[in-house]
């Protein structure tokens, strides 16, 4: 199952505020990929809203307590606040909407 994972912080916090601001919140997005994989799970995509401070993540796994535990365990909870979204692409729905 996909679920999007919207993931806001503040400005004060942003990678474009400083280096050490950077590291810190690209290093915790690039364990993602590596940190989904021990949780079977998979990291689709990633789209960045830079302005409104905004990151949007398609993650493919069994549950979201699975990406729950990506999250947590990158250490990207730590640098944002997340929402986590069981999401449908349109031809998925409407395969799951016809066999009803």
């Known amino acids: 199952m996909k679920h999007m994972v919207v993931s806001t912080h503040n400005p004060e916090s942003c990678g474009f505020r400083s280096a050490e601001d950077n590291r810190l919140l690209f290093d915790a997005l690039r364990r993602i990929p590596e940190v989904a994989a021990t949780n079977g799970a998979e990291l689709v995509d990633v789209w ?12 493919e796994a069994p549950h979201a307590h699975a990406v729950d535990d990506v999250i947590r365990e990158s250490g990207f909870i730590g640098r944002v606040d997340s ?8 031809t998925e729905l409407e395969e799951r909407m016809a066999g009803e």
């Open 48 to 59: 960045v809203s830079p302005t409104s401070h905004t990151m949007f993540l398609l993650i």
């Open 83 to 90: 929402r986590i979204l069981p999401v449908y692409g349109l």
